[in-house]
């Protein structure tokens, strides 16, 4: 198993009684700044039909396979493509071939048809050595370990995230852990229903959320408010946003 672990962790300066004198080094976006917390994971011994359901009903294109919490490889759709069942399994390949492609094409099981050789990250890994990591391997996805045991993902699809919740204009990485976590606010409203997260202003200081505007979804307010709290580093939300009214002639 291939790991990347960060070799270059974001400090602020100090003087001699440790308090900072200077503004903050730039804190670029880490593994656990991005990866998707909630991993849906499968065993070896599973089927590839209850596998290639898994990965339809979750919406998904990869499963990290595991064994316990160990990682022991990952199924992709990129293992399915050519399959027994399509009628396009390799030419050159029959059932009883031991060739990896054509294990691949006739396996009936996830231990079978994995990539049992998983390149993976840690949570301190930073956004540039994941993007190098995934162009020099080739790969979508890399499970994200914590002492060896699966804590989350990443995919290509998490970077783009990343970029969209920069606001317009912004140029370099992040610069400090401040926006980090404004993105990752932002991030987390976009996927509460109801929270009406274009109608929100974030705002970040020394770890304190300010969350202003209109929510749309009474019934969002404190489910949002408290999924904000949980972000990693929050210390504390303090929410100034009122209910829409609706209001009848």
Do not use: Y
Not at 23 to 52: F, Q, R, Y
Not at 199 to 217: F, I, P
């Amino acid at each position: 198993m291939t790991k990347a672990t960060n070799t270059k962790p974001a400090t602020r300066r100090s003087d001699d009684n440790g308090q900072g004198t200077g503004p903050p080094t730039p804190a670029e976006l880490k593994a656990c700044n991005i990866m998707s917390g909630s991993v849906i994971s499968i065993h070896t011994d599973v089927s590839i039909h209850d596998a290639a359901e898994m990965l339809i009903d979750h919406g998904v294109s990869a499963l990290p396979v595991v064994s316990g919490r160990k990682v022991v490889g990952i199924l992709s759709e990129t293992d399915l493509l050519h399959r027994e069942e399509l009628g396009n399994p390799p030419d050159t390949c029959d059932a009883d071939s031991p060739e990896p492609e054509c294990v691949k094409a006739f396996g009936h099981t996830v231990g079978e048809v994995m990539t049992p050789v998983v390149v993976s990250v840690e949570e301190t890994t930073t956004l540039s050595e994941i993007a190098n990591l995934m162009d020099e391997h080739r790969i979508k996805h890399l499970p994200v370990l914590r002492d060896d045991n699966l804590v989350g993902i990443v995919s290509r699809a998490d970077i783009v995230r990343a970029l969209i919740v920069r606001p317009v204009g912004s140029h370099g990485p992040m610069t400090n852990d401040d926006d980090i976590i404004r993105a990752r606010v932002i991030e987390k409203l976009l996927t509460i229903k109801g929270a009406s997260a274009w109608l929100t202003d974030v705002a970040v200081s020394e770890g304190v959320v300010t969350l202003t505007g209109t929510v749309q979804d009474e019934d969002a307010l404190l489910p949002s408010r408290e999924a904000v709290a949980a972000i990693p580093f929050v210390k504390a939300v303090d929410d100034h946003r009122a209910i829409t009214q609706a209001f009848w002639g």
